[in-house]
């Protein structure tokens, strides 16, 4: 149950117009020299918003899609970006199957709520707790990847929107009654990776650990839409992919930005921890 939550949140997201380089088999000298301050000014609208999403001390959201091999995902959430601390609140249906869980991250360690499925496992308790530090470490990640994903800014690919041949401007539409700019593109990894240059050793790192994840579902290239205020802030962001065990669109709408977010442990009392569940089964335990 528990890796089948993880895997919903393995989302993602981020695009050669055919209209401006092959409607015509008839060279259009003047209108592609239009097009091109045209592109510039939309990727730097675009850009201005990504690097408002750079500098985001916090955010809240929802989301809602569909991901490869894990079927339907919605959600809530919450989180700062230094230090790292979230709380959400995930649903997950797929192959006649539904999964809740609220996952916390708070102090370096991560805590997930699985209700009364989870008790029946752990012993009354309803949450599993794991330290993220060792997360994935003498072996297979048991949280299939969940640890890299949950501290992750889920607008931290817009930055390569602006790499897309095919930017175009959607138009103007109002998300959750605010006035926005809708714009679109498709992205291929590669270059993603290639946008990637001259940026600061952190950033790169953070963002290569992304295009793999992307990599291992086996995607080529993203398809990104992001729809921007008024005052250049992200209001809403859809991520979608072709992928081996299926389609990737996952749309997060964000309902707040740079305010606090408070996040607490759980109750040890209603805690297991899944470093000791490991040492006991290591030692014969039951």
């Known amino acids: 149950m528990y890796r089948k939550a993880a895997g919903g ?3 993602g997201a981020l695009l050669c117009g055919t209209a401006a380089c092959s409607a015509s088999s008839t060279p259009k000298p003047d209108r592609q020299a239009v097009q091109k301050p045209v592109r510039v000014a939309l990727a730097a609208a675009v850009k201005r918003a990504a690097d408002k999403n750079e500098k985001l001390s916090s955010l809240s959201y929802r989301m809602k899609g569909q991901v490869p091999g894990g079927g339907t995902v919605e959600g809530q959430a919450a ?4 230090p790292p601390t979230m709380r959400m609140k995930m649903k997950q249906g797929g192959a006649g199957e539904n999964a809740e869980v609220e996952i916390r991250l708070v102090g370096g360690v991560m805590y997930l709520n699985g209700g009364e499925k989870a008790a029946a496992e752990l012993g009354g308790k309803t949450w599993l707790k794991f330290d993220m530090s060792v997360l994935g470490k003498g072996g297979q990640d048991p949280l299939a990847g969940l640890g890299s994903q949950a501290d992750r800014n889920p607008t931290e690919d817009s930055a390569s929107l602006t790499a897309a041949k095919d930017l175009r401007k959607v138009g103007e539409e109002t998300v959750d009654g605010v006035r926005t700019t809708h714009y679109t593109g498709t992205v291929p990894l590669a270059a993603m990776r290639a946008s990637l240059k001259g940026e600061d050793a952190a950033t790169r790192q953070r963002r290569e650990k992304g295009l793999g994840k992307y990599e291992e579902m086996g995607v080529k290239a993203v398809t990104m839409d992001m729809w921007i205020d008024g005052n250049d802030h992200t209001k809403q962001f859809r991520t979608r992919a072709a992928a081996d065990k299926g389609p990737l669109d996952l749309t997060v709408t964000f ?4 305010k606090p977010v408070v996040v607490t442990a ?3 009392s209603q805690t297991a921890d899944l470093a000791e569940m490991f040492k006991d089964i290591g030692s014969g335990q039951e």
């Open 9 to 11: 949140l393995l989302a």
């Open 79 to 82: 989180m700062t970006i230094k």
């Open 255 to 258: 309902l707040d930005y740079n």
């Open 266 to 268: 759980p109750p040890a």
